[in-house]
Structure formats: structure tokens, C-alpha cells
């Protein structure tokens, strides 16, 4: 069976989680699975100089409404929460966490953690949101803060992050289909047409 | 009848490149005509920040492949023209020089233009070269260059560059439909959605 596809995103990235609600059956249809791959798209930033959209010029009012349009057009609920963007890393890191003992769950939980910060506006950058997220989802309280406070957790979190810049990720969603990388949720109509072609030559 | 769709694109932009080649169709399905309004990317970036495309890191590689792979998914004729990006005040220039005798005929030259540069790697930033498609294109050399050099030419066509970013064109290609503001030619399929269902609250 052919690899996993890789889907990069941060929590904080609207246009990852309009991604994310569409990835999973687009791959299925097409007989693949995805590794869903939270990243943080500050350490990337540092890389390319990028500057969160909402504080460009032009661009950032442009992209909040956009950002609410593409919702709309993608079927997705959605709310621009009262804190954006935000840090990813609580999130990013009970993500890693669970993800190495439930790849399955750990998606789902990526799930949930999206839909509180986009839709019920939750600021999932501080900790103890997150873990009330988790506890809700049905992990243990004390367990996911205990996971969060973990050096070695911390340690996996990073390195995931560093692997996913490595793989050329400076944006969200970043999705690898083997080894072709495509930027943004408006490159899913891309990857629909590459999975069913087999890809094309340019 | 509607006001026509405003096509903003600068003539060094492979996406505004792309969407030139789609607007007027899918314009047309919806009985609405095109107004084709180049722009200078470079004066824009004075606001944004912005720098061109392949000189940031990680994204000018994922750029420049994304360019020749959407090319053949839009099925586009398209080479990355030897000189990446160029100034394109002379072909806008010539262009909003045309449009005040002919629209028709100037959006006509635009198209040329831009196959000039993304197809046959003409330097289309020289004005000797802007002039020679031009030539080609049936208008006579002595007439463009004079108009090149004419202080009325180059104020209409700052003053349409201007108009451009007061309107929010802080990218190519930049398409307003009404008062609804699209970026991108990988908003080509939310404009279309758009003009089929007469927009959406958002």
C-alpha cells in the first residue's frame, strides 16, 4: 500500500482546518490514509521572515474575510476567534503525545481541538484549555497536563516540528502526496486531480 | 447589465498569468464582461511588505514548482521565463495607452503580452522588447515608443496602479466581482460559485 499522506497544518491556521475537514475523504477515495502532522508555523516564520496574515497591510483584511468566505464555500463552521493567531504548542504537543500510542485518536483529538478554537473559541494556546478540551474529548486531566509538563514530550513535539520544516513545510496546510507538496486547503482540487492521474509531468 | 469584473494582474505574475487565460470564459457564462486592469505588484509591496515570490526561503522553491505544475493543471502553455520577476511598467504602459483608444483590442494585447513573457521568454521589462510584441501584435513601433515615453501615458498608467491599490490589489491575480475582492487564480472556483448562486453572507 502506498505511504500515508502527509498532512503538515498548525491549529492556529484557518485554511489548515477547512483542510482538515476534507483530507480524510479525499484520500479514501482514492484508497489512501493520511498522517495528520500538527507543525508550528512561527518556527517556519523564522525561516521565510513570513509574518501572521492579519498583521500585513491589505493583505490581512483581505484574509479575514477570505478566511470566512472559504468557510462558507467549503461547507465548513467556522468563527474567527477573539485571540487569533495564536501559539500552537499545547496543542501541538498533546497531539504528539497521544499520537504515539493512537495515531487514530490522536486525529480525532486534533479534530476537537480545532473545532474548540474555530468554531466554540477557545484559546487552545494556554494549557489548561487544551487539557479541557482533552478531558472532554475523555483523556485524563491530570495525565494530558502531565504530558504537557513532560521534557520528553516536549523534546518529540520539536522534533516533529523540525522534521516537518525539513520536509519544506512553511505554510498550512502543507500536504505531501508522496513526494509532491502542495500549500494551502485551495490545493485540495490539485491533489484530487494528482491522486486520480497518478500525476503528471511538469 | 452588471459592471464588469475587475481583472487586477501584474505582467510578471505566472497566477495572474494563469487566471488571464480563464476570466473572460467564465466571465462570459455568467454574462459578464472583463475589465483588464494591470497593476504593479512592486508598488503594492511598498505597503504590504511583501517581497517577490522566489527570493524567500523554502517558498520560491515550492513556488517555482507550484507555477509549471498549476500550469499544467489549468492546462496553460507556460515556461519559467529566464528573467523571474521583472518590473512591468513598460508592457503596462503600452497597455493602458491602448485601452484609452480600445479595450477590447488592449485586453487582446495584454493576452499577447503575456505569452510574450511566459511562453516565449521575452523580456518584456526592456520597453525595446514590450514594443517589438506590440509590433507583432500590428500596432506600429514609432507609435508605442512615443507613447512610452509620454508623460500623459505614464501618469494614466500610475494613476490606474494607484487606483488599484486603493481598491485593496495587493496581489495577482486580484479580481473583484461587484464589491467581492478574490485573490488568487485558486479563487477562480469560488468566483465561479459566486456568479452561479449570486454570492453569500459571510
Chains 1, 2 share one sequence.
Request: one cysteine or more; a neutral charge.
Amino acid at each position: 500500500m502506498a505511504a500515508p499522506i502527509d498532512f503538515y497544518f498548525d491549529f492556529s491556521s484557518p485554511y489548515g482546518y477547512f483542510a482538515s475537514a476534507k483530507i480524510d475523504a479525499l484520500a479514501a477515495k482514492y484508497g489512501r490514509e493520511v498522517a495528520w502532522r500538527p507543525f508550528l508555523l512561527g518556527a517556519a516564520m523564522k525561516i521565510t521572515g513570513g509574518v501572521p496574515l492579519p498583521s500585513v497591510p491589505m493583505k490581512g483584511d483581505y484574509a479575514r474575510r477570505d478566511f470566512a468566505r472559504s468557510a462558507k464555500f467549503y461547507g465548513v463552521e467556522y468563527k474567527l476567534p477573539s485571540t487569533f493567531p495564536i501559539s500552537s504548542q499545547a496543542p501541538a504537543r498533546a497531539f504528539y503525545w497521544l499520537n504515539r500510542k493512537d495515531p487514530k485518536q490522536a486525529q480525532a483529538l486534533a479534530a476537537a481541538l480545532y473545532r474548540a478554537y474555530f468554531v466554540d473559541d477557545i484559546n487552545i494556546s494556554n494549557p489548561e484549555d487544551t487539557i479541557a478540551v482533552c478531558a472532554r474529548f475523555g483523556l485524563k486531566a491530570e495525565e494530558v497536563r502531565a504530558a504537557l509538563n513532560d521534557p520528553g514530550v516536549k523534546e518529540l513535539a520539536k522534533a516533529e516540528v523540525d522534521k516537518a520544516i525539513a520536509r519544506g513545510a512553511f505554510g498550512s496546510p502543507y500536504i505531501v502526496v508522496d513526494d509532491e507538496a502542495f500549500w494551502g486547503a485551495d490545493r485540495l482540487e490539485q491533489i484530487e486531480k494528482w491522486l486520480a492521474s497518478g500525476g503528471w509531468k511538469y
